[in-house]
């Protein structure tokens, strides 16, 4: 009767197959299964390592390259061909300031972007502070375009003060909104400066003068650089942020 009325030996550790670690284990779970019922495999990762070439993004193939007339302002498959490393910072910022060579802001353009390979960043907290805020810019509108929200947003997280003052704005965090602000005290003259441009891109107007950006004493070199980048990252995208290492064609007009 020990069998029967003692703990049993290894009824805690029974299962619902009986014929577990047997030849038969495997008929019997599939007797068990669902009718139709296709088992699971153990899952397979394919990682795409496709990469653009300089023959893939040559601008004879793309189909806007004969079109003189509604074409693109800016080559629509940009990113591609900064990947595959034909485009250069030095190339898009020569192709955009070309118009500029010819005013009061020539000199000073020459001095600032001569030798540049990327975008200027004020310190060494300066991407940190950016990458932080990208992810919002999405959910936060502000009645302009992707582009310059991101602009907008390079230059008011160039400085800490910066960011205090304008990032909760901009989220929406503050009710008076950005065009309505007129002093903004415990800034420098540069950070000022910074605010001014910020604000004359979320305004879509001119908030700073060209003699005044020609003045090396309200607008050193580092905050020229920085206004200058953020035209082009309104301008081109956020592809200006990642031209950092690319190489590609380095002679096409660079600004010397």
């Known amino acids: 009767m020990l069998p029967f009325s003692g703990n049993w030996a290894g009824k805690g550790n029974m299962t619902k197959y009986f014929f577990k670690d047997t ?25 795409c390592r496709f990469r653009y070439r300089p023959e893939d993004v040559d601008c004879k193939n793309c189909t806007e390259y004969r079109k003189k007339h509604d074409a693109p302002q800016v080559c629509p498959w940009l990113e591609e061909r900064a990947e595959a490393g034909m485009v250069t910072y030095a190339v898009l910022a020569s192709g955009f300031y070309k118009h500029w060579m010819d005013g009061l802001l020539r000199d000073r353009i020459r001095k600032v972007l001569s030798g540049k390979e990327a975008i200027t960043y004020y310190d060494e907290y300066h991407a940190g502070r950016l990458r932080l805020y990208c992810h919002r810019l999405d959910s936060h509108h502000w009645g302009i375009t992707k582009n310059s929200r991101l602009a907008v947003m390079y230059l008011l997280t160039a400085t800490e003060p910066l960011r205090r003052w304008g990032v909760p704005n901009l989220l929406g965090f503050w009710p008076p909104p950005l065009r309505e602000w007129k002093i903004l005290h415990g800034l420098s ?24 950006l020609c003045d090396e004493d309200l607008v050193d070199d580092l905050t020229l650089a920085l206004i200058l980048d953020a035209l082009l ?24």
């Open 23 to 47: 030849p038969l284990a495997g008929l019997e779970r599939q007797m068990m299964t669902p009718p139709n019922f296709t088992p699971r495999g153990g899952g397979q990762m394919i990682l």
């Open 189 to 212: 003259c540069q950070e000022y400066a910074l605010y001014q441009a910020a604000r004359g891109l979320h305004c879509r107007r001119k908030t700073i003068t060209i003699p005044e």
């Open 233 to 256: 990252i309104d301008h081109y995208g956020p592809v200006i942020l990642r031209l950092e290492e690319t190489g590609g064609e380095k002679d096409a007009g660079c600004i010397e």
